[in-house]
Structures are given as C-alpha cells and as structure tokens.
Nanobody, 121 residues
C-alpha cells in the first residue's frame, strides 16, 4: 500500500517562509514525477510545482522566484520551500507522485491528504 504523507504546513505572516515535505512509503518500484498542488476555498486544485526523477522542474507563474521544489530520491521525499509568502498562497497543499507500486504494476498517480498553509496579512 503506497502512501504519501505531507508535513510542514501551518500559519505564517506575509513575507515569511515555510517548508513542506512529502514522503512516499510502501511497496515502491519507482517514482517518476513528484509535485505539489494547492486548492484554496472555492477554487479548483492547481499545480504549484513539479519535479521529474531527473530533477527538471516547472512552476506556476504565481510562485516563480518565490518557491523551490526539490527531491531526495534516496528518501522518496519531495520538498517545497516557500519564501515571501503572500495571503493569496493560503490553501491546502497536496503532494502528488507518479509511482509504480511494484515491478508487475503500471505506474499511477497517488495523492497525499493535504496540509493547510495559512498566510496572514
């Protein structure tokens, strides 16, 4: 059973920083893309940042220059360093990963349960 568990959310003032972590655990044959999405109240879930197994990254325009995604393949963990946070960054942040759950299985997308980030003005 593959699980993604996020940590690091919380309340921070505008201009502050937070670091989110997400660890994949269980029977894992391989992980390709890992990423972070967010969903604010009344909005659709949107991509924040994504990183390939080789380290290529892409970001939403709204977070470029402020957020940095990274991963540690030895720990099956992806990180999101969030700096210069703004109130509009307030949302539930979800970890996503494309994981092959065993060598006889196709890769599929897995999601964490989400961690709340609240940025006060």
């Amino acid at each position: 059973q593959v699980q993604l568990v996020e940590s690091g959310g919380g309340l921070v003032q505008a201009g502050g920083s937070l670091r989110l972590s997400c660890e994949a655990s269980g029977t894992i044959a391989g992980i390709s893309n890992m990423g972070w999405y967010r969903q604010a109240p009344g909005n659709q879930r949107e991509l924040v940042a994504r990183i390939s197994s080789g380290g290529s990254t892409n970001y939403a325009d709204s977070v470029k220059g402020r957020f940095t995604i990274s991963r540690d393949n030895t720990k099956n963990t992806v990180y999101l360093q969030m700096n210069s946070l703004k109130p509009e960054d307030t949302a539930v942040y979800y970890c996503n990963a494309r994981i092959q759950p065993g060598i006889y299985y196709d890769a599929m997308d897995y999601w964490g349960k989400g961690t709340l980030v609240t940025v006060s003005s």
